[in-house]
């Protein structure tokens, strides 16, 4: 009888020691999902075509098709056997979806490859008003208003800077995203920090005395 309670606890520890090992082992496994998650790279905005830049149209197999052409000012390419395709605020890959759509008419499973040569106009950010050297300037993926600021100079002498806006265009639609220049430059207030997008205005009006 003794025996078999002493056997009997032996295989209760063991059972107990393997449990503990087991949900070890899996706390670590989470820990190192998490770890993976958290060292995974973010997204990078994709550059979006602008009036001005030199796009080359590659059709697969198609080399009378094949042609390189600036984007107009109003925003359109023509190509042969496509004419006035919009390409302005499409990134190459939609602007080489779309082209592949309007020559299907005349090409039976077109393949269509875009690559922009020149980046004349492009994707940027305009910055208005009282910054110390106001311009325009190319947009970078993940680009910031801290860093917006940076390239301009900071505020000039008489920015109301806490006044100030971005002008975004949404669809058809431009909305106004209050911002806080001073807080951000001159306190440091990082949760003024926000991410800029192509082609947004950033307006920094004067001080009112």
């Known amino acids: 009888m003794r025996q078999e309670m002493i056997l009997g606890f032996k295989t209760l520890r063991t059972g107990l020691s393997a449990l503990v090992l087991a949900v070890l082992a899996g706390c670590g496994g989470a820990d190192n999902v998490r770890s993976t998650e958290a ?3 973010s997204s ?3 550059y979006h075509v602008g ?3 030199l796009i080359n149209v590659f059709v697969w197999n198609h080399p009378e098709l094949s042609v390189t052409v600036p984007v107009r000012p109003d925003g359109l390419i023509s190509t042969p056997l496509a004419e006035n395709v919009l390409a302005a605020g499409k ?3 939609q602007l080489a979806r779309d082209m ?3 020559l299907k008419e005349f090409v039976r499973g077109p393949k269509v490859n875009i690559i922009v040569s020149g980046f004349t106009g492009g994707d ?3 910055v208005i008003g009282q910054a110390a050297k106001p311009q325009a300037m190319p947009y970078r993926a993940n680009m910031t208003l801290l860093d917006v600021m940076i390239q301009v100079g900071g505020l000039a002498q008489f920015a109301a800077g806490n006044r100030a806006k971005i002008l975004r265009r949404e669809g058809d639609k431009q909305i106004e995203i209050p911002v806080r220049l001073k807080d951000l430059i001159n306190d440091g207030d990082i949760k003024a920090n926000v991410p800029m997008r192509p082609g947004d205005v950033l307006v920094i009006p004067e001080s009112r005395f």
Request: aromatic share 0%.
């Open 44 to 46: 990078v905005t994709e």
């Open 39 to 41: 060292t995974q790279p």
């Open 91 to 93: 990134t190459p890959s």
């Open 124 to 126: 940027q950010i305009r």
């Open 51 to 53: 009036p001005g830049d």
């Open 100 to 102: 592949e759509e309007a």
